[in-house]
């Protein structure tokens, strides 16, 4: 069996921004541009995971699954829109889920988080 191995931890939140476990790495958590737009907060989400992609060697094309959660789910086409130009052709499955977060910003801060999991053979 594999060894179990565990990327960008913060002790803080107990909490591990990527784990590796066999053929697969799991990422959770991820954010960015908190309290700017949409399109850049989905970007942000996105420059985060790819940041912890690399940790490990992979890119976004590796990604299989994403769980992508919205304070308000009606912004799917926005997020669609920055994968078709992320992904390049290479698109996960996915589901869209719409959520209060518990982050401090309230309605002007958080908007879209994507947790994902990436292919790493």
Sequence with gaps: MSAIERYDVNEQWAHSGLVKAGDFC???????????????????????MERRLRLVGLTLENVVQMDCLFRDVWNIPVMEKVIRERFHGKYPARKSIQTNFAHVGGENGLLFQADAVAYCK
């Design 26 to 48: 799991y990422l959770s958590y991820c954010v960015g541009n908190i309290g700017g737009t949409m399109e850049e907060q989905v970007n942000g989400a996105f420059d985060d």
